[in-house]
C-alpha cells in the first residue's frame, strides 16, 4: 500500500522561518545519547527554521509541562516538536502531560502520522499515541522518541504544514490568527 501525501512546495515563493522549539522527552538519554532530537534539530534548521531552543526532560508530566509552558509563555516560539513518551508503557506520559494544555487539538495530525507510519513499520504504529495542538498559539507536536518516528513526522507530515510555500495551505499562514476571538 502507498500513500501519497497531497500537496505541493511553490519554489517560486521564500520560505517564511518559523521559530521551532526541539523537547526530547526521555528518562534513558542525555545530551550526548538524544539521538532523535539531534536529528530533529537538524532538520529544522535544514527546512530553513530558526531553532529556537533545544532541550531534554524526563517522562515527568509536571516536567513537560513546565517546558511546554515556558516556551509558550516566552513569545519567542512559535512551535514545539517533542519526541519521545508517546508509547505505552507506564513511563510514557507525554499525552497526559500536553493534552490537557491544548487549546485545540489537531485531530488529522494523528490520523496522517499514523498513515505515514504504518509505511515504516506496519502495524507497530498502534504503539504510538502521537498528538497535536495548539496552545495559546503556539503550535505543539508530539511525536514518538525514534529515529524513524521522527523521521516520518518531521519529513512527511510537520515539514510541509510549517512550510509557508505549501499549498494549496500550511499552518505558517493560520499563525496570526490562531489567537483571534
Partial sequence: MTITIGGRIDETLAVTPVRVAVLTISDTRDEESDTSGHLLAGRVTSAGHELAEKRLVPDDVDAIRAQINAWVASGTVDA??????????GRDVTPEAVRPLLDKEIDGFSVVFHLVSYQSVGLSTLQSRAL????????VFCLPG?????????????????DSRHRPCNMVELMPRLLES
Fill in 146 to 162: 525514534s529515529n524513524g518516528a521522527v523521521k516520518d513526522g518531521w519529513d512527511r507530515v510537520i515539514a510541509a504544514q510549517l
Fill in 132 to 139: 497535536a495542538g495548539i496552545i495559546k498559539g503556539v503550535f
Fill in 80 to 89: 514545539i516538536v517533542t519526541t519521545g513518551g508517546t508509547g505505552l508503557t
